[in-house]
Nanobody
Framework: QVQLVESGGDLVQPGGSLRLSCAAS????????MGWYRQAPGKQREMVAT???????SYADSVKGRFTISRDNAESTVYLQMNTLKPEDTAVYYC?????????WGQGTQVTVSS
């Protein structure tokens, strides 16, 4: 059974940092493009950052220079380091795995940026 389990979400003040983790089981993440998406209340889910099998990252314009995605295939874990957080980063963050037409989603972790 495939599982993607996110962790690391929290309440943080503006300007603060968080690191999200996505622990995968039941699939070899080395064979999947991985990513982080987020969904704020009343908004559509949007891509935050992706990382290819070859470890090439891509970022949404809104997080470039502040967020960093990385992967550890040996640990079956994907990370999202988030710095200089803003209130508009508040959302549920989801881990995503994709290979051609096969994709999996995690259950999400809540990130709230507020003073």
């Amino acid at each position: 059974q495939v599982q993607l389990v996110e962790s690391g979400g929290d309440l943080v003040q503006p300007g603060g940092s968080l690191r999200l983790s996505c622990a995968a089981s039941g699939l070899p993440i080395s064979a999947f493009d991985m990513g982080w998406y987020r969904q704020a209340p009343g908004k559509q889910r949007e891509m935050v950052a992706t990382i290819t099998i070859g470890s090439d990252p891509s970022y949404a314009d809104s997080v470039k220079g502040r967020f960093t995605i990385s992967r550890d295939n040996a640990e079956s874990t994907v990370y999202l380091q988030m710095n200089t957080l803003k209130p508009e980063d508040t959302a549920v963050y989801y881990c995503h795995a994709q290979r051609v037409f096969v994709e999996y989603w995690g259950q999400g972790t809540q990130v709230t940026v507020s003073s």
